[in-house]
């Protein structure tokens, strides 16, 4: 509401009076004549398509005021964050969830546009075309697999199967699935985990309708690497695919984190080629490459190693070295990296005892380190130190899951125990009260999930492992409008065990909860305890996606 007095733009730096740029790094320059404490009104809008899209993108704003803006907003956000109701709880642990459930719905980003016919198009960042269909840009699936997606299809599935329909359409642009998009595909992180992200959705219910190209491009992605971008598909794919695993000395950097998100890829691949009845020579050759972790599990040390070309381990071999064969991370972090054979796991490290005691060597073990990779203490390893929780560093991705681990050997106590901990030390509402990166929303909705009580360790299954709820009461409405209630009325600082439980109305003893159970709403009710019930621990194999290749169990 007020003329430009001034104009310019910058390219790399240099200002000129030219009215576009196009470089690197490019911006613009407004200024305004104002008066002492004049307040200017500015309306902007932007798009990848062209300079009419913008302006037609300005209309969604109307008449409407700032203040009216503001509003809707406001409206909009309460809407959302409404979806669950936390009750019984302090005003900072309020604070601190819907902070953590705002963060983790602020990406992925729409990158597509509604154009004057009402149509969804979108500029291509992979091949420079407009062409119709979603997209969505500005997230890593490194990251995000691992509960930030099993959360928009728990809550948000009509739009995360937007963004699938999104990930097909950047399949046909490209040729591959986006592992980090941002906008295009990004040289970031290793792993296939475009995998785990399309089939958790399949299994949820969250299909899109052109499956053949959905599977032929997650097939695609097994056996080549992008051309330009290291990162998207599988680098290290003709070693993987022949030795079951990627050497450690071949030049080929994080090699061990990449055989372990590998070999949990191809599990995934196998649940939907299995779905999908596939040839059974097919099937039978991703549920083999599915066990392909276990050519690193070293018997000596407990733990996952990085292993040479011969067969034989690397050595000198430190479990403290961050990086190297791992990705932002040290072999006590990655060796829980076996979402999909938590049995198999117990089973190479001789049985349940010997599980849980390398489970609890994780907080046993002082929280010191070996970063001679990167040359310097990068943030992740410094925020292991300072939370002071031994080799537990939860401000990185890949150790999120492992205290749920312990569901899995029958001590669901010790999960539940070391849960409050991490919600109460790494978590506030304080300037300071974020235990380490947002990471495209990773790390809040681990917060939102252990929250409510459960967490899905596994995505590609229909089920969250419990943990132990925080709050008195959690109304969560899901999108086909059912409500679950999550009732724990003795719930407080001193209470953080489950004593016992019921689902509509019957005891429950199992150490999760099914997706379709949550879906079809209810209630359950938890009774809290300031002292664990060790008589409540399940038995391993009534977790039915325990895989074996015979599927035995």
Known sequence: DKPFTYEYTFADGALKNDKEQKSNHVGAVIGFKTKKGEVVHAKVASSFISFDQADLNLKELGSNSFDAVAAQGKAEWNKVL???????????????????????????????????????????????????????????????????????????????????????????????????????????????????????????????????????????????????????????????NKLGYVPYDVKINENAARTLEYAYNDWCIYKLAKDLKRPKKEVDL?????????????????????????????????????????????????????????????????????????????????????????????????????????????GNQPIQHMIYMYNYAGEPWKAQYWLREVMNRMYTCNPDGYCGDEDNGQTSAWYVFSALGFYPVCPGTDEYVMGAPLFKKATITFENGNKMVINAPENNANTRYIESMTLNGKNYTKNYLKHADLQNGGEINIRMSETPNKQRGIQTSDFPYSFSVNEKK
């Open 82 to 240: 409404s979806k669950i109701e936390v009750e019984g709880g302090t005003l900072d642990q309020y604070r601190t969830f819907y902070s953590c459930m705002y963060r983790s719905l602020l990406f992925p980003r729409k990158f597509h546009e509604i154009d004057a016919a009402g149509k969804v198009m979108h500029y291509s960042p992979y091949n420079g075309e407009v062409l119709p269909g979603y997209m969505y840009t500005d997230t890593g699936f490194w990251d995000t697999f691992r509960c930030l997606f099993p959360f928009l299809n728990m809550m948000f599935p009509s739009v995360n199967k937007e963004m699938q329909e999104g990930l097909i359409n950047t399949y046909k642009e490209s040729g591959f699935f986006p592992e980090w998009a941002s906008p295009g595909h990004r040289g970031c992180m290793v792993g296939n985990n475009s995998a785990s992200i399309l089939v958790d959705a399949y299994m949820k219910g969250v299909k899109v309708d052109d499956l053949e190209t959905l599977y032929s491009g997650l097939i695609h992605g097994t056996e080549n690497v992008h051309p330009k971008v290291s990162s998207t598909g599988r680098l290290g794919h003709e070693y993987y």
């Open 286 to 394: 991703y549920a083999k490459r599915a066990m392909n972790y276990k050519n690193l599990y070293d018997k000596e040390t407990k733990l996952m190693r990085g292993k040479n070309a011969d067969g034989k381990f690397m050595a000198p071999f430190s479990p403290l070295k961050w990086g190297d064969a791992f990705t932002e991370g040290n072999s006590w972090h990655y060796t829980w990296s076996v979402f999909h054979d938590p049995q198999g796991l117990i089973d190479l490290m001789g049985g349940k005892k010997d599980f849980v005691q390398m489970l609890d060597s994780v907080f046993a073990v002082p929280p010191v380190f070996d970063d001679s990779y990167y040359g310097g203490v990068i943030h992740e390893i410094r925020e292991m130190q300072i939370m002071n929780m031994g080799n537990y560093a939860h």
